[in-house]
C-alpha cells in the first residue's frame, strides 16, 4: 500500500471515531461510554440496601404526578421538567417501561433546575432504545453531549478563544443570534436498554410478578418509585444504577462538562494511530493535543491534516501539574498550550496525515504535546481551576466550607494509551477520562456525581444524603427568586456546580443571572494559522457554507456555520457509535 492511500476499512474506522469525538466525551462517559458500574460500600448485602419504598427526593415533593403518556414508541413526547427546562423522549420500548423512564428523567432535570438558573429555555433530547438497533454495545449505559457549540461574537464576559456549548450560548447573547443559527434542541442525550436488559434475572422477575410479556423488572437501571410487578418491596440490587444518577451525570456533558483533548495519536485503539502505523516512529505518536481540522476529499481517500482547533469552553480552567507546590513551573496553562498548537499549521502540500506528524514532530509545540502526555500519565495530574467568583455575593466567597474550594482534580492516570480508553465505564473516546472527577477524591463526597464511573447498588438519595452527611454543617443560601432560605443538598456537589458557574453559568450559590456587570470579553488571541474570518463567524456564517460531509470543523465542536455538519454525516455513516459517561 503506497504512502497514499488508505484503505477503506481505516477509513470507515477514522469515520467511525471521529464520529465518537463529534458526539462527545456523557465521558464525555467524555460520560460518554459508560459500562461496568463502580460497587458501593453499601451494596454487599441486599437486605441492607435502601428499600425502593424510599421517601422522595427533597426537592421532588413539588413536582406534579406523573401522568403516563401513549403511545411512546417511535412517538417523540414533549415535557416541560421546570420553568425554562423542556425535554422531548423519543423512548422505543413498551408504554409502561417509558412511563418510569420520562419520570425518572423529569425528576432529574428538576433537580437539575434547582441548582442553575436557567433564563432562556432549553431543549433536551433524549432518546431511550437498544443500542443493539445499531451498534451493539451492551455493557454501554448512554452518552451526551452539546447539540452544538459556538465561538461567540465580542460582547461582555465572553472569552472569544473557546467554543460554547448551546445551552450556556443561548443564556449569554440569545437575542444576538438570529434563531436559525440555533439547533432546534441544546443538549443530546442517548441511553442504552441493552444495559438494562443484560442485568435481568428472569427467574426473580417471574417471582415478582411479571407475566412474561412487556419489560422484565431488575434490569440494570433502577427507578424511584418504581410499583410495577411488586418492585415496591424490592431494594436496589447490587447491579442496578440509579436511572436519575445516570441522566443527571450525562446532562453535565451535554452541558459542557467535556474537554477537546486527546491522544488523538497516542492510544492503540485509535484509528488515527492504525492510520500512520509504521510511517511515523512510534515514540512521536506518545502526544496530547487540541481536536485537529482534517478532512477525508472522497470515500476512500487519504486523510489530510492541517493544523488545530480552537479548544472548547471547559478547557479554559485546565492545568497540568507535573510537580507539587503552587510554582508556575509546576503547571502547565492547557489553555495557554492550546493556543501555542493552534499556531502551528502546513500547506495542502505537507497535509497528508503522516506529513502533517513529521513536521509537527521537528515544531516547539511538539515537544509541549509530548510532556502533557507524561504528565497526564500520572495520578493527580490535571485540575480543573476555579477562578474568582464574579459576583460578591457568591457564597463560595462567604460561606467557610464553600471557601475551600479552589481547584478540581479530573481523571488521568495511564489512561491515555490503554484499553480504558474505549472500554472505561465513563469513557468512549480518548481523554474522555479528562472530561471526569478523579474518583478517588470524590467518590464518598458531595462531589460524587462527575467522578469516572458510576455507583451501583445505592440510589441517588442514599448517596446525596450519606455525602452531605459528612459536612460540618447545612449548606444553606437565601433562593433569590423565591426570596426564601434554602439547604443546598443537590446531586450537583457544590464542586461540581462551582465548576458550571466557572464556564458562566448562574446558579443557586452564585445567583449571576447572567449579568456581567460590564465586564470586558477575554481578546481573542490571534496566530499565524488564524482564518481571517475567525472574529466574525457568527456574522458571516451561513449553512449554505457548511464543509462537506467528511471534513472535520466540527469534531470537537459544531461552528455556528457547519451546524448542518453533524446530521450530514450521521446521514453518510448510515450508523452510531455510543459513549456513555
Not at 471521529?18 to 460500600?41: F, K
Not at 485540575?383 to 481523571?411: G, H, Q
Request: hydrophobic residues 40%; glycine residues 6%; aromatic residues 10%.
Amino acid at each position: 500500500m503506497s504512502k497514499r492511500t488508505t484503505s477503506f476499512g481505516l477509513l470507515l474506522l477514522l469515520q467511525l471515531y471521529m464520529l465518537q469525538l463529534l458526539l462527545v466525551p456523557c465521558h464525555a462517559n467524555v460520560e460518554i461510554r459508560d459500562v461496568a458500574p463502580t460497587p458501593s460500600a453499601s451494596n454487599s448485602s441486599s437486605a441492607s440496601a435502601p428499600s425502593r419504598t424510599h421517601s422522595a427526593p427533597h426537592s421532588t415533593s413539588s413536582i406534579p404526578a406523573h401522568d403516563v403518556r401513549q403511545p411512546y414508541n417511535a412517538t417523540l413526547v414533549n415535557g416541560t421538567a421546570a420553568h425554562n427546562v423542556k425535554y422531548q423522549l423519543n423512548c422505543k420500548v413498551d408504554d409502561p417501561f417509558c412511563s418510569k423512564v420520562e419520570q425518572d428523567i423529569s425528576i432529574a432535570l428538576y433537580e437539575f433546575a434547582q441548582a442553575v438558573h436557567i433564563n432562556t429555555t432549553i431543549i433536551i433530547r433524549i432518546d431511550y432504545y437498544s443500542f443493539c438497533n445499531e451498534i451493539c454495545a451492551n455493557d454501554t449505559l448512554g452518552w451526551c453531549t452539546p447539540s452544538s457549540e459556538f465561538i461567540l461574537p465580542k460582547q461582555d464576559g465572553v472569552d472569544l478563544n473557546h467554543a460554547y456549548p448551546q445551552a450556556l450560548a443561548r443564556q449569554l447573547i440569545a437575542p444576538l443570534i438570529p434563531v436559525e443559527k440555533w439547533l432546534p434542541t441544546d443538549v443530546t442525550m442517548e441511553l442504552n436498554h441493552d444495559f438494562y436488559m443484560n442485568a435481568v434475572d428472569y427467574d426473580g422477575a417471574l417471582m415478582a410478578g411479571w407475566n412474561g410479556t412487556g419489560v422484565p423488572p431488575g434490569g440494570g437501571f433502577w427507578f424511584w418509585n418504581d410499583t410495577s410487578f411488586g418492585n415496591y418491596s424490592l431494594s436496589i440490587q447490587p447491579n442496578q444504577i440509579d436511572f436519575r444518577y445516570v441522566v443527571l451525570h450525562q446532562l453535565m456533558h451535554g452541558l459542557g462538562f467535556i474537554s477537546s483533548w486527546a491522544g488523538y495519536f497516542s492510544s492503540d485503539n485509535s484509528p488515527f494511530r492504525q492510520l500512520v502505523s509504521g510511517l511515523v516512529p512510534d515514540q512521536e505518536l506518545n502526544i496530547v493535543t487540541p481536536g485537529m481540522n482534517w478532512q477525508v476529499p472522497f470515500d476512500g481517500g487519504p486523510t489530510y491534516v492541517t493544523s488545530f482547533q480552537q479548544t472548547l469552553l471547559f478547557d479554559k480552567f485546565l492545568f497540568a501539574v507535573n510537580c507539587s507546590g503552587d510554582s508556575v513551573l509546576c503547571r502547565t496553562n492547557m489553555s495557554r498550550a492550546a493556543f501555542d498548537m493552534q499556531g502551528f499549521c502546513v500547506d495542502e502540500s505537507q497535509a497528508f496525515i503522516s506529513d502533517f506528524l513529521d513536521a509537527f514532530s521537528n515544531s516547539t509545540q511538539a515537544k509541549q504535546a509530548h510532556h502533557i502526555y507524561d504528565t497526564l500519565l500520572n495520578p493527580d495530574s490535571l485540575v480543573f481551576v476555579l477562578p474568582r467568583p464574579t459576583i460578591n455575593s457568591s457564597l463560595y466567597l462567604t460561606d467557610p466550607y464553600l471557601s475551600t474550594y479552589t481547584n478540581m482534580t479530573l481523571a488521568t492516570n495511564k489512561l491515555l494509551n490503554t484499553q480504558l480508553e474505549l472500554l472505561d465505564d465513563s469513557t468512549g473516546q480518548p481523554a474522555a477520562a479528562i472530561s471526569h472527577l478523579d474518583p478517588n477524591t470524590y467518590n464518598g463526597t458531595v462531589d460524587f456525581l462527575m467522578a469516572q464511573g458510576f455507583q451501583s447498588g445505592i440510589t441517588l438519595d442514599d448517596l446525596v444524603n450519606s455525602a452531605y452527611g459528612t459536612l460540618p454543617y447545612n449548606i444553606t443560601y437565601n433562593d433569590t427568586l423565591t426570596n426564601t432560605t434554602k439547604q443546598y443538598r443537590s446531586p450537583i456537589g457544590p464542586g461540581i456546580l462551582r465548576m458550571l458557574d466557572s464556564m458562566g453559568y448562574s446558579t443557586a450559590l452564585t445567583p449571576t443571572f447572567y449579568q456581567v456587570n460590564g465586564t470586558p470579553p477575554t481578546p481573542k488571541l490571534h496566530s499565524p494559522c488564524d482564518d481571517a474570518n475567525n472574529d466574525n463567524i457568527l456574522t458571516s456564517s451561513s449553512s449554505n457554507n457548511a464543509p462537506p460531509p467528511s471534513t472535520s470543523a466540527a469534531t470537537s465542536w459544531v461552528w455556528t456555520r457547519d451546524a448542518p455538519f453533524m446530521i450530514a454525516l450521521l446521514a453518510i455513516l448510515h450508523i452510531a457509535v455510543y459513549f456513555v459517561s
